[in-house]
């Protein structure tokens, strides 16, 4: 569900998708791993808004979040991260020399945008957010995102617990490994 319409319900679990422009592998490209785990904090910190769970693969991105009654909005919450994360995608392929990349999301802004300033489109012009209605919902889409980067059109593991860049970690194994993710019984 492409989220154009604004999210109003708090003190609840969604499951948010953030996508790269034309399925690019931005993340990967920019090794933006780590900032990413930064932007983690920044939601709890900043915004009241707490990871459950994620994966990070290549070009997109799902992630658990609890978002409580003093929180802003999830669709403020993830345009305001989407940007920050896009200022650094961009950064970094200057960094590298990316300039290939970056003409292509330079390409992709369309003219009402440019005319307001802007200069490359990053991600899909908007993200999924899905509502966890219980916590069966809530397991659903743990182990989907688990279970993404050994499906057969990633093959990013030989063993979903072996991919590094995902909350498997922390609820098979019970370790959080740096990153700011805290369980769901704990919303719920």
Not at 26 to 36: D, G, K, S, V
Request: aromatic share 18%; with cysteine; proline share 2%.
């Amino acid at each position: 569900m492409a989220v154009k319409r604004t999210q109003y319900q708090k003190n609840a679990i969604y499951f948010c998708t953030i996508t790269c422009y034309k399925w690019l592998h931005l993340f990967e490209i920019t090794n933006l791993y780590y900032y990413l785990y930064s932007v983690f904090g920044t939601l709890k910190d900043k915004y009241g808004c707490y990871v459950n769970g994620y994966v990070i693969m290549p070009n997109h991105m799902h992630l658990l979040i609890y978002v409580g009654n003093e929180s802003p909005l999830i669709n403020e919450v993830i345009g305001n991260s989407k940007r920050f994360i896009a200022y650094e995608i961009i950064k970094r392929l200057h960094e590298n020399a990316e300039y290939s990349y970056l003409e292509i999301l330079s390409n992709g802004v369309n003219n009402s945008d440019r005319k307001n300033g802007k200069k490359h489109q990053v991600f899909q012009p908007s993200f999924d957010a899905k509502l966890c209605f219980n916590e069966q919902m809530i397991e659903e889409k743990l182990k989907y995102m688990h279970l993404n980067p050994v499906s057969k059109n990633w093959s990013l593991a030989n063993n979903y617990v072996e991919y590094k860049h995902s909350s498997c970690w922390f609820y098979q194994l019970g370790e959080k490994l740096g990153v700011d993710v805290f369980h769901y019984n704990d919303f719920l």
